[in-house]
């Protein structure tokens, strides 16, 4: 079973950046891809980024290139999302997940593991 528990999230001005990590625990991650999704009120929940967690292979959405990037500290069992140029369009739960998909995973329905979510407001 997999653990995962997420940090990091608060109040930025527009402009500002923000590192949101996830801590896990549990079992090997060696064969896991590990995403971050978001969910703002009202809206479906959206892919933002993913990572595979030996080869360090990434995807991220296009209303993040450029500005978010996904890594992970294998030594440390800890994904991380750097998130810069932040807009009030980012505001959201911020969730990360684990997939035991062999390839990046983009769809929520293709993870198993979440974590409880860390909120992001960006003030414009």
């Known amino acids: 079973q997999v653990q995962l528990v997420e940090s990091g999230g608060g109040l930025v001005q527009a402009g500002g950046s923000l590192r949101l990590s996830c801590a896990a625990s549990?079992?090997?991650?060696?064969?896991?891809?590990m995403g971050w999704f978001r969910q703002a009120p009202g809206k479906e929940r959206e892919f933002v980024a993913a990572i595979t967690w030996i080869g360090g292979s990434t995807r991220s959405a296009d209303s993040v290139k450029g500005r978010f990037t996904i890594s992970r500290d294998i030594a440390e069992n800890t994904l991380y999302l750097q998130m810069s140029s932040l807009t009030s369009e980012d505001t959201a739960v911020y969730y990360c997940?684990?997939?035991?998909?062999?390839?990046?995973?983009?769809?929520?329905?293709?993870?198993?593991?979440w974590g409880q979510g860390t909120q992001v407001t960006v003030s414009s």
């Open positions: 549990g079992r090997t991650f060696s064969r896991y891809v």
């Open positions: 997940a684990a997939s035991n998909r062999v390839v990046l995973a983009t769809t929520p329905w293709e993870y198993s593991t």
